[in-house]
T-cell receptor, first 113, second 115 residues
Framework: SQTIHQWPATLVQPVGSPLSLECTVE??????LYWYRQAAGRGLQLLFY??????ISSEVPQNLSASRPQDRQFILSSKKLLLSDSGFYLC????????????FGNGTRLTVT | AQSVTQPDIHITVSEGASLELRCNYS??????LFWYVQSPGQGLQLLLK??????LVQGIKGFEAEFKRSQSSFNLRKPSVHWSDAAEYFC?????????????FGAGTRLAVHP
């Protein structure tokens, strides 16, 4: 069966520091990969998606970037964190296709101080 | 533009009572609709999905949802709520194209269950 791993579970970082969140998927090949952010008391906002290695699409302008160095690895990064980057970050995967359900990791709680 | 509205931010029900969570969507084409549940500090778990066919879909944990095109709604229901159902529930519409599924989420409904 397919599994998705996301780490770390929690992270506290000072303003201006770099960020790297990692997500890996097991048990499937060529998945679509996604990064969502959930701000406190709000819904989920799609940040990035990827349909293949090295293919990254950004949904909103921001201080973050994403990379997909391997088929089942998706990384969310920042060179310098802002206070507004605090939130709950969720990685997800889906099979190829316009209507495939997304399957989420357990998320990373990021607090920028 | 596509959007999802969940009118109820918080709902409280007694254990054993019935539940209905409302969801309205805006989407030009035939929608792909989903309900997810999120326990505190956790990721989202898929409860059920609607693509086409029978407008009443069954999901996990005893949940069901009914698609009503005329009302642009996809409400989630459960006949008897258990204390373990306390969580946040998200409705989403799939707006993808080109081989990926861009899910647009509602703001969520937080469910509290009284014993």
């Amino acid at each position: 069966s397919q599994t998705i791993h996301q780490w770390p579970a929690t992270l506290v970082q000072p303003v201006g520091s770099p960020l790297s969140l990692e997500c890996t998927v097991e048990g499937t090949s060529n998945p679509n990969l996604y990064w969502y952010r959930q701000a406190a008391g709000r819904g989920l906002q799609l940040l990035f998606y990827s349909v293949g290695i090295g293919q990254i699409s950004s949904e909103v302008p921001q201080n973050l970037s994403a990379s997909r160095p391997q088929d089942r690895q998706f990384i969310l990064s920042s060179k310098k964190l802002l206070l507004s980057d605090s939130g709950f970050y969720l990685c997800a995967w889906s099979a190829q296709g316009n209507n495939s359900p997304l399957h989420f990791g357990n998320g990373t709680r990021l607090t920028v101080t | 533009a596509q959007s999802v509205t969940q009118p109820d931010i918080h709902i409280t029900v007694s254990e054993g009572a019935s539940l209905e969570l409302r969801c309205n969507y805006s989407y030009g084409a035939t929608p792909y609709l989903f309900w997810y549940v999120q326990s505190p500090g956790q990721g989202l778990q898929l409860l059920l999905k609607y693509f086409s066919g029978d407008t009443l879909v069954q999901g996990i944990k005893g949940f069901e949802a009914e698609f009503k095109r005329s009302q642009s709604s996809f409400n989630l229901r459960k006949p008897s709520v258990h204390w373990s159902d306390a969580a946040e529930y998200f409705c989403a519409v799939g707006a993808g194209s080109g081989g990926y599924n861009k899910l647009i989420f509602g703001a969520g409904t937080r469910l509290a269950v009284h014993p």
